[in-house]
């Protein structure tokens, strides 16, 4: 079994802050999606970086992964977990994580074998689930979408265990959340002797969004100002997840402040969430002569002190 190194999947240290671990995640999910990068290398990329972040990203995981790491990750040939390893962030799973390695799956007990040789395959056994990343925009998250669905199958043919890939076509429904599972009966691992398949689990994840984060079924999208529109006043154009709106900044608005665009947000079962305008005040890359003359003289003539409650508290 060939050892994955999580963090040199994701471009981080070991000693790492989770913060990071997920920032090197978002960024790199966006960058191999498969729906943004066709092709097979890509999607192979997607599913590494997606099982890195399912470990790393999960403290009982990520603490259990460090042991095995200092345990031999790093010796020459294959690797294999110590003597009586069990992992606690299991949690009993029977599920097969179609898209993830056979690394994985043995390690954090999400693999289909049931024990040695063909066990898992006898009459009359029920067949197991199935467990895969779903990936989606947070722009699909507004109304119903279908996408395709593409994964492998353990299946016996003539006595002998095989791969399948089966493709899907299934719908996501509005307002589908992170995390969330879909389930589709009957399409896991079939059943052997007659005992019902298995069914499909399709695991809801978020595509990270290069401008809004998100919390909760709001959104957040920081807008950059020129210090003299955040004097002044004006009127901003803002991207939304469908079209752009005009957002009114009023004169003497603070970097930092929050402005409320409602219905902008996702869609949730009691309606739509918002989107919050975070104010954030852009110095120019460069002053010119006469903009440092316009510095000089605002600064001479406007009392202002900055640091004022640093002083009253001292």
């Known amino acids: 079994m060939e050892f994955k190194d999580y963090y040199a999947i ?28 066709p092709g097979e290398e890509a999607e192979e990329k997607f599913k590494e970086v997606a099982e ?27 690797f294999e977990p110590p003597p009586g390893w069990e992992s606690r962030a299991a949690g009993g799973s029977h599920h097969f994580s179609g898209d993830f390695s056979d690394f994985f799956n043995n390690i954090f007990g999400g693999g289909f074998d049931a024990g040695p040789g063909e066990q898992a395959f006898h009459r009359g056994r029920p067949g197991r689930d199935v467990e895969i990343e779903m990936p989606v925009f947070l722009e699909e998250t507004l109304a119903d979408t279908q996408k395709p669905v593409e994964y492998e199958l353990p299946v016996i043919e003539n006595g002998q265990r095989v791969t399948r890939r089966k493709s ?27 005992a019902p398949d298995g069914d499909l689990y399709l695991h ?30 004006a009127k901003v154009t803002v991207p939304t997840l469908d079209g752009k709106v005009t957002l009114t900044v ?61 002083r009253a508290s001292a």
């Open 10 to 37: 994701l471009g981080v240290e070991p000693d790492a802050e989770k913060a990071d671990i997920k920032t090197a995640y978002r960024k790199l999910a966006r960058k191999y999606h498969p729906d943004l990068n």
């Open 52 to 78: 890195a972040w399912e470990v790393l990203g999960d403290d009982t995981r990520r603490a259990e992964f460090d042991e095995l790491r200092r345990y031999g990750g790093r010796r020459a040939g294959g």
């Open 168 to 194: 899907l076509k299934v719908t996501i429904p509005a307002g589908v959340g992170e995390g969330e599972r879909i389930r589709l009966r009957g399409q896991g691992v079939p059943g052997q002797g007659g």
């Open 204 to 233: 809801i994840r978020l595509v990270p969004h290069p401008l809004f984060d998100v919390q909760g079924h709001d959104l957040l999208v920081t807008v950059p100002l020129a210090p003299w529109e955040a004097a002044l006043g």
């Open 250 to 310: 009023a004169p003497d608005s603070q970097a930092g402040r929050k402005l409320r665009i409602k219905g902008k947000g996702l869609v949730s079962k009691s309606g739509r969430g918002d989107l919050y305008a975070l104010l954030k005040v852009v110095m120019p890359p460069k002053a010119g002569d006469r903009a440092r003359e316009l510095w000089q003289s605002l600064s001479e003539e406007q009392a202002f002190d900055p640091r004022a409650e640093w």
